[in-house]
């Protein structure tokens, strides 16, 4: 089984930073690709930044310059460092990769989830 485990969510107000982490574990053979997502109230789910194993990081327009993905190979972690937030970025943030393991095939895995609130 993988588990994917999020941290790092909570209360800030407009224009403070906030740092998520998430690392995955369980029997892992490769990690394709990991990134962040956010679902609002009443919105869709949004994609907000991946990053390819070995490649250039990916991010919504409504994050660009603000948000910093980066990842971790040796602990299977990612990392969403997000500054100038502000209170239209609040959601619930999830923590998703896409990897093989050593027992079944390829698949996606999601966190639970992290409440993050932009707030004065």
């Known amino acids: 089984q993988v588990q994917l485990v999020e941290s790092g969510g909570g209360l800030v107000q407009p224009g403070g930073a906030l740092r998520l982490s998430c690392e995955a574990s369980?029997?892992?053979?490769?990690?394709?690709?990991m990134g962040w997502y956010r679902q609002a109230p009443g919105k869709q789910h949004e994609c907000v930044a991946t990053?390819?194993?070995?490649?250039?990081?990916n991010y919504a327009d409504s994050v660009k310059g603000r948000f910093t993905i980066s990842s971790d190979n040796a602990k299977n972690a990612v990392y969403l460092q997000m500054n100038s937030l502000k209170p239209e970025d609040t959601a619930v943030y999830y923590c998703?990769?896409?990897?093989?393991?050593?027992?079944?095939?390829?698949?996606?895995?999601w966190g639970q989830g992290t409440q993050v609130t932009v707030s004065a």
């Open positions: 998703h990769a896409f990897l093989r393991t050593f027992i079944t095939g390829s698949a996606d895995y």
């Open positions: 369980g029997s892992i053979f490769s990690i394709y690709r």
């Open positions: 990053v390819i194993s070995g490649g250039s990081p």
